[in-house]
């Protein structure tokens, strides 16, 4: 590149850092609330709640670099315009082409970096941070059930506490577990604690009664202890047990669909997620061609480009949700997986045509004035 191809670089560059950067806190702020229960309720440790911060940033990365990408060409090529940088170069012989050679340098770095975060490192982000949430339920359960109010920690299982000291102690415990449907069961106490060990956790409660009642005999049993013990299984679902999502299988994986599918639709939601990794990258360059497109042609207009620039960034949005429906289409018929790479390749061809026309000025009111003649003497 040469020097003026290098400044643009610089400029798209930088103005890329900060969109990502800023687009990367608004979603951590939106993820942060889901997790930052973990450190409000005390007891789990702020290093853990960082560590499944950081693991959410691989999971919608690969999605915020090309939206960001899109913001800095936007953002530099209509500054570049409205200060008539962009007059001057075409002025000086520098085609559209040329001077999109930057954005387009850069979308390839963002092609080859979303590649890298869909085939290797989102995949095991997602794994691990699966895998702490749920060593998390298991380890920290109590620090999830609410003072005050019911808590459903499980399907027709709910626990009531009223307060909890800073030993860990729950005073005030009702516990109804409705997962025998003919035999509900209630237990209230005085105090409980939560207890985990290798068969998993459960709440151990003093002085207080059980109660079950039989529902074809109408029959109601009491039983009054100074202690107890209710499994809590309900709570901790054993590792083994959960099959893992297409989104946290790695590449390997996904390759060999039928060796890890249970049934047909599953085989074919993890075709389509195996796909999705290896087209999404190629949006980066549309959307860029996109933005090239709506500010490296058509007429020049000195009161700036607002309209193309609106138009430019609502092409993009029904790119990516046209990408999506193509995703989830695909996941229930595979016929639609070879529209997830011809749509970039469909927005590309007609972007570059239409950036291939140029930037001119407007004739008329912005055309340069022809010179009068000098009366001769």
Known sequence: MNRLQRYLFRNLLIATLYSTAGLTLTIWLSQSLRLIEIVVSAGAPMQMFLWLLLLTVPTFLGVVLPLALVGAILFTYNRLTTDSELVVMRAAGVGPFSLSQPAIVLALIVVGTVYTLNVWVTPSAHRELVRMEYAVRSDYSQLFLREGVFNEVGERFSVFLRERDSDGNLHKVLIHDGREESKPVTVMGDRAVMLT????????????????????TGRLSQLYFERYAVDLKVLTPAA??????????????????????QDDRMRRGLIAELHHRFASPLLALAYAAVALAALLSGEFNRRGQSMRVTIAILLVMGLQAAALGLTSLAGKMTV????????PLLVLLPAIWVMSRGLHLKPGRHAAAPPVAEPAS
Do not use: C
Request: net charge negative.
């Open 336 to 343: 639609f997986v070879p529209l997830m790479y011809l749509l």
């Open 240 to 261: 083994e047990e959960r099959w893992p999502d297409a989104r946290e299988r790695s590449t390997a994986e996904l390759m060999e669909p039928g060796a890890i599918a």
């Open 197 to 216: 060990g290798p068969e998993g956790a459960r709440f151990v409660v003093f002085d207080g009664n059980r109660q079950e009642l039989d529902r074809k």
